[in-house]
């Protein structure tokens, strides 16, 4: 028998559980076994779960929710446009223990959200280790200069550069002037979790990185050209 919460709130317009169970379950890279076995749910009920042909109950959902790593509320609740907007003035700035990137955070949290944003102020001087990850990143510059490492390339990115890479091509980048940078930073990568202490190693830490290499770029913006 289906849930009354989960019906009321597919009748409201929130995404439906069983897209949302199936791409947390991705994202943790499960099988249909493995959580089926973990949430004690046979596996073709988990499948007709995932393909919205069957509607758990609360307390099914509760178990998957469990086995997924993710309170209930990860698939039966949306964010208000209170929680989703943030004005330019009123964004909350925090460092982190170790680290002199000071962060201001500009996405929010709801069930099946893939993408995390930040702007980043980078003080002069600072410089990444190098990593690799799952997943995606953009960086655009938004005052000031970075040189930013990807695979054996060197690039200084301006004001108004981008660039957008595979989060397992081993990267790094430093700010090599004398000015703090800001940078809009965009990815697939969960940095932070509000329910959670933010995990220090998804976060580059002020130390010597590899040495510069040969091959050199710059990228230019158009309007310098001209």
């Known amino acids: 028998m289906a849930g009354a919460a989960l019906a009321k709130s597919e009748l409201e317009g929130h995404p439906k559980v069983g897209a949302l169970i199936r791409a947390r379950r991705r ?24 393909r919205d042909h069957a509607t758990p109950s609360l307390g099914t959902l509760a178990g998957i929710a469990r086995a997924l790593g993710v309170g209930i509320d990860y698939f039966v609740s949306a964010p208000s446009a209170q929680t989703a907007l943030t004005r330019a003035n009123e964004r909350n700035r925090f460092s982190l223990d170790g680290s002199s990137i000071v962060y201001e955070r500009l996405g929010t949290e709801f069930p ?47 004001a108004g550069d981008s660039l957008h890479f595979r989060g397992n091509r081993p990267h790094s980048w430093s700010n090599h002037t004398d000015q703090p940078a800001r940078l809009l930073w965009t990815g697939t990568l969960t940095l932070f979790r509000s329910s959670a202490k933010p995990p220090r190693q998804a976060v580059a830490v002020a130390k010597p990185g590899p040495e510069p290499v040969k091959n050199k770029k710059k990228i230019v913006n158009k309007e310098k050209r001209s």
């Open 27 to 50: 994202q943790q890279h499960m099988t249909l076994e493995a959580l089926g076995k973990a949430a004690e749910v046979s596996v073709g009920y988990l499948s007709q779960v995932e």
């Open 112 to 158: 099946g959200n893939q993408l995390s944003s930040f702007i980043m102020t980078v003080p002069s001087g600072y410089r990444s280790e190098t990593v690799a990850h799952e997943g995606e990143e953009i960086l655009y510059v938004l005052e000031g200069s970075i040189t930013q490492r990807l695979d054996n390339e060197e690039m200084v990115m301006s």
